[in-house]
T-cell receptor, first 115, second 111 residues
Framework: SAVISQKPSRDICQRGTSLTIQCQVDSQVTMMFWYRQQPGQSLTLIATANQGSEATYESGFVIDKFPISRPNLTFSTLTVSNLSPEDSSIYLC????????????FGPGTRLTVT | QKEVEQNSGPLSVPEGAIASLNCTYSDRGSQSFFWYRQYSGKSPELIMF????GDKEDGRFTAQLNKASQYVSLLIRDSQPSDSATYLCAVDGGSQGNLIFGKGTKLSVKP
């Protein structure tokens, strides 16, 4: 597996502001993903972060609201823009290891509360 | 729309018993199947994966796959209170390498 860290671990933000979440991996990985987990719910994929190109977004998620960067094979950021209380959730990054098709390992998550 | 279905539970078993967790999936073309354990307030942890029909055992955990029935299960033998968590079933989502998750089954193991 890989050691994955996320910053911040939690934050409280005001409506209308933005939060950028960082995901750092201790080794180079091919695939990085961003998920949202709303209270009491399962995981919903937001997008696949592609190194050197634009992220691939799932239905219902758009780049203007969730811009993603992936400058190299160990780091990615997710920004949640123009925050509303409905964005209160846990945001998780995960990585897929090369040669281990579809196995994903998750970071510790970022708990966002929007007031 | 690919779907993964799980009974949300809670599933309650006594300590030492076998816990059986079930999952069905909609896409007959799915090839990779995963079980994650998620403790309250923590992120999901991969505990088992299975790619071929049949059983795969790892310690107290056994994953079972029946592609004809589109059915995956996880058996936990000698259940311990520390096994109390939500168990998420996940299935490969296709070419992007992403996973489709079920809503999870909450397991409670009573001492």
């Amino acid at each position: 597996s890989a050691v994955i860290s996320q910053k911040p671990s939690r934050d409280i933000c005001q409506r209308g502001t933005s939060l950028t979440i960082q995901c750092q991996v201790d080794s180079q990985v091919t695939m990085m993903f961003w998920y949202r987990q709303q209270p009491g719910q399962s995981l919903t994929l937001i997008a696949t972060a592609n190194q050197g190109s634009e992220a691939t977004y799932e239905s219902g998620f758009v780049i203007d609201k969730f811009p993603i960067s992936r400058p190299n094979l160990t780091f990615s950021t997710l920004t949640v823009s123009n925050l509303s209380p409905e964005d209160s959730s846990i945001y998780l990054c995960s990585v897929g290891l090369s040669g281990s098709s579809y196995e994903q390992y998750f970071g510790p998550g970022t708990r966002l509360t929007v007031t | 729309q690919k779907e993964v279905e799980q009974n949300s539970g809670p599933l309650s078993v006594p300590e030492g018993a076998i816990a059986s967790l079930n999952c069905t999936y909609s896409d007959r073309g799915s090839q990779s199947f995963f079980w994650y354990r998620q403790y309250s307030g923590k992120s999901p942890e991969l505990i088992m994966f299975i790619y071929s029909n049949g059983d795969k055992e790892d310690g107290r955990f056994t994953a079972q796959l029946n592609k004809a029935s589109q059915y995956v299960s996880l058996l936990i033998r000698d259940s311990q209170p520390s096994d109390s968590a939500t168990y998420l079933c996940a299935v490969d989502g296709g070419s992007q390498g992403n996973l489709i998750f079920g809503k999870g089954t909450k397991l409670s193991v009573k001492p």
